[in-house]
């Protein structure tokens, strides 16, 4: 694990990189490295999140400013300006369930090649994937989905690297950060090595290659 300012962290990702950010309609969110996203106007990105939140929250940053060429999530419906650039072309939109979403995520980030789902048989969703019958019921093939970075925000990190969540902001934050090529995380509070307790842990430091400096 490296720290790094947030200008430092940013500077490595290049244009049309694929981020998976954590939160719930911003909740959860890392708004610092969000921020410098749009003020290095890194262009042409894949963002991969259950959401894209409301324009000036979390990802509705990133889609306010143009920068976002691509969204796999969950729900777009309280970001207008998500639905309207969708609408004109100008956005693509994949939409995914949920829990569909979440296990796409897991699944990349203990090396799986994918789940076994029934959410979307027999219906559209299905077109363009392996079907497959378990015990007499037909699954989706769902592939595992990986990024090229993964940015994750949490209320606790150690000088090491670990990281802890805390109630709702937790969200899908400690699955994404599996996830990714490689993790850039910031923290509410940077604290002594020790302080985080192993059982209290949500995200281990090898997971982490750059953590934000506070500052």
């Known amino acids: ?20 950010i954590g939160g719930f309609m911003a909740v959860g969110s890392p708004e610092r490295l969000i ?15 259950n959401d894209t939140a409301l324009p000036g929250a979390g990802i509705g940053k990133l889609v306010s400013a143009g920068l976002v060429s691509k969204v796999i999530a969950s729900h777009i419906g309280l970001n ?9 072309g100008e956005l693509e939109v994949e939409l995914v369930p949920q829990g569909t979403l979440i296990e796409r995520i ?9 789940v076994l789902t029934p959410t979307g048989v ?47 902001a937790r969200n899908f934050n400690p699955v994404i950060a599996m996830a990714g090529k490689q993790v850039i995380a910031e923290a509410d509070n940077i604290v002594p090595t020790g302080v985080i307790s192993p059982d209290q842990v949500h995200t281990p430091a090898p997971v982490i290659d750059y953590l934000l400096m506070n500052g």
């Open 106 to 114: 897991r699944a990349a980030g203990h090396g799986l090649g994918g």
């Open 122 to 168: 027999g219906t559209i969703v299905e077109e363009g994937k392996r079907k497959l019958e378990v015990d007499g019921k037909e699954y989706l093939l769902e592939t595992a989905l990986h990024a090229d970075f993964a940015l994750v925000n949490s209320f606790l990190a150690d000088y090491l690297g670990n990281l802890h969540y805390t109630l709702t």
């Open 80 to 88: 207008p300006e998500t639905q309207q650039k969708m609408l004109a």
């Open 35 to 49: 921020d410098e996203l749009v003020r290095q106007h890194k262009r042409g990105l894949t963002v991969i999140a």
């Open 1 to 20: 694990m490296k720290a790094v300012s947030v200008e430092e962290a940013v500077a490595i990702i290049p244009d049309g990189a694929s981020l998976m």
